[in-house]
Nanobody, 123 residues
Framework: QVQLVESGGGSVQAGGSLRLSCAAS????????MGWFRQAPGKERDFVAV????????SYADSVKGRFTISRDNARNTVYLQMSSLKPEDTAVYYC????????????????WGQGTQVTVSS
């Protein structure tokens, strides 16, 4: 069992940066693959980024590759999403996600979710 709480969302101008944080509970945090998904109004929840339980492997959606960086700090039970060169199309509610050892890119299979944090990018 793991509980996730996101923070760091807000409003930013296009081209700006934000860093999202996800604080997790549980003594086995390091055993969980962690990821970020996002959902715009009226649209499905889409994969953004994932980091392996070891922290050695990452994967990104094509739409954010080169602009976003996912990282984790197991000592603080926290995963981060550093977002730069933000675009209006990045506007969405961003959700932290977790899965034991592994996490798929399909939102429907994710076992643990945070409550979400709003990111708004204006032009």
């Amino acid at each position: 069992q793991v509980q996730l709480v996101e923070s760091g969302g807000g409003s930013v101008q296009a081209g700006g940066s934000l860093r999202l944080s996800c604080a997790a509970s549980g003594r086995t945090f390091s055993r969980y693959a962690m990821g970020w998904f996002r959902q715009a109004p009226g649209k499905e929840r889409d994969f953004v980024a994932v980091i392996s339980w070891s922290g050695g492997d990452t994967s990104y959606a094509d739409s954010v590759k080169g602009r976003f960086t996912i990282s984790r700090d197991n000592a603080r039970n926290t995963v981060y999403l550093q977002m730069s060169s933000l675009k209006p199309e990045d506007t969405a509610v961003y959700y932290c996600a977790a899965g034991l050892y592994t996490l798929t890119l399909s939102a429907g299979t994710v076992p643990y979710w945070g409550q979400g944090t709003q990111v708004t990018v204006s032009s």
